[in-house]
T-cell receptor, first 115, second 111 residues
Framework: DGGITQSPKYLFRKEGQNVTLSCEQN?????MYWYRQDPGQGLRLIYY???????QKGDIAEGYSVSREKKESFPLTVTSAQKNPTAFYLC??????????????FGPGTRLTVL | GNSVTQMEGPVTLSEEAFLTINCTYT??????LFWYVQYPGEGLQLLLK?????DKGSNKGFEATYRKETTSFHLEKGSVQVSDSAVYFC??????????FGTGTRLQVFP
């Protein structure tokens, strides 16, 4: 079955450590996205990528980094510079961006807790 | 800039009640519109969509009509179930690089 996988489902990190969240898709989608969701809040866009080896900052990119070396993979690193990283992180993909009808498909999410 | 606005929650209903969750969008261009649903601890799932004015999206008893004259895409269901309890997000695609999401509306359905 085609879909998006995120791992791990739960992640604990000590303050001052970097941590990388995995996102893989086998939908052959060109575009991929990372969102952050805080309790009772909507989604805020962190980074997105329209093609391999290219990505753009979203609304809250500070303290995060990404790479897009393969079409299927879009890992997100939460660095020690992110002051309040505890949140639910969602990865999504779509066929392409910049076109009408940009339906996004979401992964199950990773819940990151900083101890 | 473009925006999508949806009603504050939580919306609390008894089982079999009629549901409406309001969503309005800014009328810059003609966005495609979506409703997503998020069950506790999970990612978002696409519930329904509409790509142009007067289109009606429907799925699992939910419906929403793309209304250009009122710039709205309200979500409705005639008879809700306890299993419909979730957070619902309205979103618009303005032919840019990303979707614009509303803040989400929590629905709680009690037996």
């Amino acid at each position: 079955d085609g879909g998006i996988t995120q791992s791990p489902k739960y992640l604990f990190r000590k303050e001052g450590q970097n941590v990388t969240l995995s996102c893989e898709q086998n939908l052959n989608h060109d575009a991929m996205y990372w969102y952050r969701q805080d309790p009772g809040q909507g989604l805020r866009l962190i980074y997105y990528s329209q093609i391999v080896n290219d990505f753009q900052k979203g609304d809250i990119a500070e303290g995060y980094s990404v790479s897009r070396e393969k079409k299927e993979s879009f890992p997100l690193t939460v660095t020690s510079a992110q002051k309040n990283p505890t949140a639910f992180y969602l990865c999504a993909s779509s066929r392409t961006s910049g076109m009408t009808y940009n339906e996004q498909f979401f992964g199950p999410g990773t819940r990151l807790t900083v101890l | 800039g473009n925006s999508v606005t949806q009603m504050e929650g939580p919306v609390t209903l008894s089982e079999e009640a009629f549901l409406t969750i309001n969503c309005t969008y800014t009328a810059t261009g003609y966005p495609s519109l979506f409703w997503y649903v998020q069950y506790p601890g999970e990612g978002l799932q696409l519930l329904l969509k509409a790509t142009k004015a007067d289109d009606k999206g429907s799925n699992k008893g939910f419906e929403a009509t793309y209304r250009k004259e009122t710039t709205s895409f309200h979500l409705e269901k005639g008879s809700v179930q306890v299993s419909d309890s979730a957070v619902y997000f309205c979103a618009g695609d303005y032919n840019t690089d990303k979707l614009i999401f509303g803040t989400g509306t929590r629905l709680q359905v009690f037996p």
